[in-house]
């Protein structure tokens, strides 16, 4: 099984503040019944946030605001 790291998440996006908002925020999304993004059996959701970070299904709306 692959381990997902910050570096692999940082790619994505980047600043390590923004990533930590990001994965809070989508952490509540799963708690409140929002659906998986990606194929995660058996892990935290903070795993499953992360995860769904570093494959490029959660994207930051305030950064694409930005460009």
Known sequence: ?????????????PNRFRLV????????QIREGSEY???SPKNEDIVVSLREIAAGKVVDRQESKEE
Do not use: E, F, G
């Open 1 to 13: 099984m692959a381990r997902i790291t910050i570096d692999d998440c940082l790619k994505r996006v």
């Open 21 to 28: 908002h990001m994965a809070a925020k989508r952490v509540r």
């Open 37 to 39: 993004l990606v194929s």
